[in-house]
């Protein structure tokens, strides 16, 4: 889909096998229903074999993208998302069910670990089936908002499984964070057009600044806009917006984990950011902040 920089995450994650020794790599995430889940189990034992102990296959079943990507794509069904996550899992840890007609089959290369499955979601449903199966659970705050219940009732109803004895979850946020929160706050608005255009059934890559700050825009236009911005935590480094809708998020939801996406327009802004270590200090100064939460992953 255009204004999504990576399409093909198990490409862009095997680089970065080769570029790094200690993190953890993941997905975030591979659309389950767009691929055969032998062959994902495949891809990922091949990323497990390459950075041991260090790959975290993330999938959903949302098809990020329009009706037209997924035809062309041959997608299946997304009601049988739950059987091909239990098909993942099988190939990848070799406890296909003897019974199965897939059984024989061993996704290679077989070796003693293999990555760790999370599921993504942004509602209800993919909650309550984390917690059916055992396995992390990644909510997209940028997509769901604020819904703290789901999480919530991920952890009531997380059932114990051999790999993950206790619930794991991970919060997503939106988080644009620039010297100041004017600058901030202007870098969120082509963000801010190219979602409006997208719910609206228009996609496209990502405006420009000026683009943006050019758009005519309606009354009800920006009232949308003002809506979908509310999930996008934005402001400067020592600014209390991204702080208090992170942390805030991040205790009610008593998350583990924290993933941050940045939808920056402007790739020089970003690099001018992070070469500044504003990016760093934020997040540095959000980590102290926040309580129970293990790892930032910037996205």
Request: with cysteine; aromatic share 8%; charged share 20%.
């Amino acid at each position: 889909m255009r204004g999504l920089a990576d399409a093909s995450p198990e490409v862009l994650l095997a680089r970065l096998t080769a570029e790094t020794t200690t993190i953890r790599l993941g997905t975030g995430g591979i659309m389950l229903p767009h691929y055969s889940s032998f062959k994902v189990a495949e891809s990922f034992r091949m990323l497990e074999a390459l950075a041991p102990g260090r790959i975290d296959l993330g999938v959903g079943r949302a098809p990020g993208g329009t009706r037209l990507v997924s035809a062309a794509l041959e997608s299946r069904d997304a009601a049988t998302f739950p059987d091909q996550i239990a098909d993942t899992l099988g190939f990848l840890d070799e406890t296909t069910p003897a019974a199965s007609p897939f059984a024989p089959l061993v996704a290679m290369p077989s070796g003693p670990t293999s990555p760790e499955l999370w599921l993504l979601g942004s509602s209800e449903y993919g909650a309550l089936l984390a917690a059916e199966l055992g396995l992390p659970y990644a909510f997209a705050h940028f997509i769901g908002g604020d819904a703290p219940q789901i999480v919530r009732a991920y952890r009531e109803r997380y059932r114990r499984s051999a790999r993950f004895p206790r619930p794991y979850a991970m919060l997503a946020l939106a988080a644009i964070v620039a010297p100041t929160d004017a600058e901030a706050e202007a870098l969120a608005l082509p963000v801010s057009l190219w979602r409006m255009r997208l719910f609206r059934g228009m996609p496209g890559p990502v405006p420009s600044l000026a683009e943006a700050q050019a758009y005519p825009w309606t009354p009800l236009e920006r009232h949308e806009a003002a809506r979908a911005r509310r999930v996008i935590a934005g402001g400067s480094p020592h600014g209390a917006a991204p702080h208090r809708a992170a942390c805030s998020g991040a205790r009610r939801r008593r998350s583990d984990d924290r993933n941050d996406h940045a939808g920056l327009p402007e790739p020089r802004a970003f690099l001018r950011v992070t070469r500044g270590r504003v990016c760093f200090g934020a997040s540095r100064g959000l980590m102290q902040r926040c309580g129970r939460l293990d790892t930032l992953a910037l996205v």
